[in-house]
């Protein structure tokens, strides 16, 4: 969600069926707070980039940090989509050209990206 005065950061991991012609997404997301102006714009991407580390840890034998059982037991790390809309199909955009260069955890790899109505500004006059 996203208001005047806070961003939300927010990571989906999905898990993709098929059954027939028919996909079937079941997914949870990861989402923090930073508000604005506190914060400079450049840190909703940063956050958003330590939660899909956080969860892509969690393919790893020693990740370092206490691993969640519903984590674990749910989530399919072959299948992953990062999405948003809005400012969040943004971030989305963001996240998924990082992880393209420098790789996410245990080498998961992004199946795809959801961006519904991403919003896109580019500088006037150009």
Known sequence: ?????????????????????LYILKGFKVSE?????????HVIYDDSWTALQWVTAHVLENPGLKKEPWLIDHADFRKIFVGGDSAGGNIAHNVILRAGVEGLNGGV????GILSFPYFQRKQGR
């Open 1 to 21: 969600k996203e208001s005047l005065n806070s961003y939300a950061v927010e990571v989906a991991i999905f898990s993709c069926k098929q059954v027939g012609n």
């Open 33 to 41: 707070y930073s508000l604005a102006p506190e914060h400079p714009l």
């Open 109 to 112: 790899k992004i199946l795809g």
